[in-house]
């Protein structure tokens, strides 16, 4: 490649990382309005129409209720460290997480909004990046069901990549 074509690729990248900083939201109805859950101060929310209890931030990073935001870097990893993650996680009082499954996951997608496709109210700090289900693929055996929280789509992911997770439980 010519110095020319790398300057520029990299002047393109930088620009396009610059410009997915900031979170984009569209005058369109809420698909996961504010008012339908329950903000608790333990780093939680439940779901009211789907009866789900999601933690607030990613695994990884903690939630600070004095500033409504979660503290440090989610973290990534692969399918199999994240289910057991999962089943040793205890976290406000509750050790029955699990990872979403592909329609969990979906119900807290933000369809109004890219960079991060997630009511950024309720679920603060998220990576605009995949976060995995616990859903297999029927097809590749070797790969799990991820959603894109930079623009609220699925796609296949090798279950060896590292992806982010959210955990969530059933509120009882």
Known sequence: MKNTQIKLYAMLALLFSQYTLAQTCYDLTATTPTDRFVQNDNGTVEDSLTGLMWMRCSLGQTYNSET?????????????????????????????WHIPDFKQLAGMVERQCVNPAVNSVLFPN???????????????????????????????????????????????
């Open 68 to 96: 409504a935001s979660c503290d440090n870097d989610a973290k990534q990893m692969t399918w199999k460290q994240a289910l057991q993650t999962a089943q040793s996680t205890q976290f406000a009082d509750f050790s029955d």
């Open 126 to 172: 998220t990576p605009a990046e995949n976060y995995w289900t616990n859903t297999t693929s029927i097809d590749v055996g070797d790969h799990a069901w991820a959603y894109a929280f930079y623009s609220g789509k699925n796609n296949l992911k090798s279950k060896n990549a590292d992806v982010y997770v959210r955990l969530v439980r059933y509120a009882k």
